[in-house]
């Protein structure tokens, strides 16, 4: 089976470290959306590196390459794809930055694209308590995350030499989470049926430090 309508993801890992898990886990996904008939933009995290958010450099400054990188391939793109390595029980601290100069942009890049995350560690746990927290800012600002985040357990022998899982029954979840996104962004893409503004201060006064709606 394939997509209907086409769909383009921009997909990518999280992890600066070259030949990550989660970057062996990106590109697993990037191979079953084309599979499927989707679009693949592949990048990778260094693609959106930044210096440390500071209101003051972008005052004076503007915003770094790596942030507008990531806010014109979120711009072409019908949905994102994120793998992310869990630091600390959260997000690496890279990612969170980029988000952080992403979200000052007008209009909001993040708004209405849908997402996939998913996670790969060596760990029982795969990665998912840092999906969680990567969750809260991207639904704050306006992204609609997928229900299910897949996350891979003891991922550094999860992998096959033709970088697919080797248990069958985690393939074929891994699978089911790729093309029920892609069916979802498809939908949302061609059968649009409404669409809703977003506040970021609910309550409060709307004044120059405070106005981010977009509708």
């Not at 990037?30 to 590196?49: L, Q």
Request: charged share 20%; with cysteine.
């Amino acid at each position: 089976m394939s997509l209907p309508q086409p769909v383009r993801c921009l997909v990518f890992p999280a992890s600066l470290r070259h030949d990550s898990l989660n970057g062996r886990l990106a590109a697993l996904a990037e191979r079953t959306i084309e599979a499927y008939g989707g679009t693949v933009d592949p990048a990778t995290m260094r693609d959106f590196d930044c210096p440390s958010y500071d209101g003051d450099v972008q005052d004076a400054e503007g915003f770094p390459p790596g942030a507008e990188k990531l806010r014109s391939r979120l711009e072409e793109a019908d949905a994102f794809v994120i793998s992310s390595p869990e630091y600390n029980f959260s997000m690496p601290g890279a990612l969170k930055n980029v988000i952080d100069w992403v979200s000052r942009y007008g209009p909001q890049p993040f708004r209405g694209k849908h997402c996939l995350l998913m996670s790969a560690s060596p760990s029982m746990a795969g990665g998912n308590r840092g999906l969680w927290a990567l969750r809260q800012p991207l639904e704050h600002l306006g992204a609609d995350v997928y229900p299910d985040m897949f996350s891979l357990a003891q991922a550094h022998q999860a992998f096959s030499a033709e970088g697919r899982i080797t248990d069958p029954q985690l393939q074929h979840w891994f699978d089911g989470n790729i093309t029920g996104f892609l069916d979802l962004v498809e939908a949302a893409k061609h059968y649009p049926c409404a669409k809703s503004a977003w506040i970021e201060f609910l309550g409060e006064a709307d004044t120059p430090a405070t106005h981010r709606v977009e509708q």
